[in-house]
Structures are given as C-alpha cells and as structure tokens.
C-alpha cells in the first residue's frame, strides 16, 4: 500500500487474486474512518466504516466478477446477501465484466446489455460513473481492440 498512497495512518483489507484476476483491496485513512464490520465474499469484499467525527457510516464494496458465465448465478446471490446487510450510503465499484449498454463497448455493435446488471443498477439506485480517461482503467492500447 505505502508504494502508491503514503498517508501515514492507513487501515486495509484484501483478498488475494486467483492467477491474474480477482484480487480485491479497500484502503482507507484510520485517522479519519473506523472499521465497523467487514464480509468477505468469493467475489467481493465489503467494509462498513463510521467517520470518526460526524459518526456518518457507509459501505464500500469491491467486486471482481470473472468474465466467463461460470459463476454468475453466485456472483449476483452473493450481491444481493451484501445489499441485505447495508442500510445507508453503499458505494460499490470494481470489474462487473458487464455492460449497460453497447455504446459502452467499442467495435462490438452486436452486444447487448445485460439485463440483470442493469435491473440491479436500478433497483439499488445506484449511478453509473462515467469514465473520463484511462487513469484508473485497463487499456491495451490498440486500435481496434476487441
């Protein structure tokens, strides 16, 4: 964590990948937020925190779900297990390997959206972020990447 974030009072939790894919990692400043509660998942990992002087709590959550349909009916069980447990701000982020739309994926017009993604996007009232660069995504840099 020190190589990439040198605040000092720093707090984290992981779970390791499997190959090159699905390691999950929250991190968050221990001067600023406790730990209330922690849920390992197999394809997420979640932190309740309280910030420590207005005492306002949320939930973090980070997901990896595999590309492959292997695994998908557990992937969105084990989401809606998390969303049992959050009464209040839910910020979820991570690799969905999901699109909501084609528009969202260049070069291939004949994907369509998922519908269980976007039903789960719009049930919770969650807000898709749009990207503005490649900073914080993956990118191989080719032309006409598939």
């Not at 020190?2 to 605040?7: D, K, Q, Y």
């Not at 910030?51 to 998908?72: A, E, L």
């Not at 009464?87 to 291939?108: A, T, Y």
């Amino acid at each position: 964590i020190s190589l990439f974030w040198a605040v000092r009072d720093r707090k984290w939790i992981f779970t390791p990948s499997f190959g090159s894919s699905g390691g999950l990692l929250i991190a968050w400043r221990s001067d600023k937020f406790d730990e209330i509660q922690v849920e390992y998942g197999t394809f997420s990992l979640s932190v309740k925190l309280q910030d420590k002087q207005v005492k306002d709590q949320w939930w973090i959550t980070c997901i990896y779900d595999p590309p492959s349909n292997v695994g998908k009916l557990e992937f969105w069980t084990e989401l809606n297990d998390i969303s049992n447990l959050v009464l209040g701000p839910w910020c979820v982020g991570g690799d969905f390997n999901e699109i909501l739309f084609p528009s969202d994926r260049k070069g291939h017009s004949r994907i369509t959206r998922n519908s269980k993604f976007h039903d789960w996007i719009a049930e919770f009232s969650l807000i898709d972020l749009p990207l503005t660069n490649l900073q914080h995504t993956w990118s191989n840099f080719k032309v006409n990447a598939s």
